[in-house]
């Protein structure tokens, strides 16, 4: 029972890195339509931003993230602007082509600027928790923490102010929005600025509890769409939801078989819930 509950708290961490990176995913599928492949490296992109301010700059870990989401922010605008923008009206395998190729440029200039070697963020969190008999290192409590932080105040910003009043309004028909006065053109760079900010602290959670190389973006914008799918397209309870459900899935893959199978069992288990609920687990039904 106690390697259970134990087994079931180490998913909780990952799970809460999922949810960061579906979130920022099922944000601009779920209100432009776009199903941003080059979001993992990205993300990939910020840990890497920080790993550099920490390990050879000198910089403190808790200025580097700060510094790090800002930058996420505004590499997430010029996505759009840039990118996405140019080719909104026209046939969505545009959009589709260009994440594509996004996706290859971005994993090439994380190549090239950071190198092909594994690099963990050190962060100096060497403490291990015991509550009850199951241990919690340090950086998986803030990872958890940090998560839930993020999600609540994402949560009120989408609920609870103008711009995410007219966000929600684009997201539910863009053309009553424009007849209301909002203004269209904007929205799309703050849910991208929104969506990198996201997956920039899921990149770096990843370098600080794992590492970060060249094709774990990729890997985690996978993992990134099996939740989306999972919870529900476009639902961000669904996101919250389908990432901690493939986290726990995960983990208790890897500690009562083997990690070598936590994948697949994850994907298993996925496959089956979308047998039996194909809308997803918080998807309307159509």
Do not use: C
Not at 35 to 56: E, K, R, T
Not at 73 to 89: D, H, S
Not at 142 to 165: D, H, N, P
Not at 256 to 279: E, G, N, T
């Amino acid at each position: 029972m106690l390697e259970l509950v134990q087994q079931i708290t180490n998913g909780v961490a990952i799970g809460s890195v999922y949810v960061l990176i579906a979130l920022g995913l099922t944000t601009v599928f779920g209100i432009l339509g776009i199903a941003h492949f080059a979001h993992g490296s990205v993300s990939m992109f910020g840990g890497y931003l920080v790993y550099v301010l920490v390990a050879f700059q000198g910089v403190s870990l808790w200025l580097a993230i700060p510094v790090a989401l800002v930058v996420g922010m505004g590499v997430g605008a010029l996505i759009e602007f840039l990118a996405y923008r140019p080719v909104r009206n026209a046939n969505h395998i545009n959009a589709f082509i260009i994440a594509l190729g996004l996706t290859m440029m971005v994993e090439g200039l994380n190549l090239q600027f950071f190198g092909a070697d594994q690099v963990v963020i050190p962060t100096g969190f060497d403490r291990v928790f015991e509550i009850a008999g199951v241990t919690i290192p340090e950086t998986r409590l803030y990872v958890v923490l940090a998560a839930t932080v993020l999600v609540i105040a994402m949560t009120a910003f989408v609920e609870g102010t103008k711009t995410g009043q007219a966000i929600r309004a684009v997201a539910q028909n863009r053309d009553a929005a424009i007849l209301m006065g909002v203004n269209v053109r904007s929205i799309p760079l703050i849910v991208f600025a929104m969506s990198t900010m996201l997956g920039v602290a899921a990149g770096v959670m990843v370098g600080s509890l794992f590492a970060i190389a060249p094709g774990v973006g990729e890997a985690m914008v996978v993992k990134g769409f099996a939740v989306l799918i999972l919870g529900g397209l476009g639902s961000i309870p669904g996101a919250i939801i389908g990432g901690l459900v493939l986290g726990v899935t995960e983990a208790l893959a890897a500690g009562f078989l083997s990690s070598a199978y936590k994948d697949v069992i994850a994907f298993v288990v996925m496959i089956v819930v979308l047998l039996f609920r194909p809308q997803g687990l918080l998807g309307g039904a159509k």
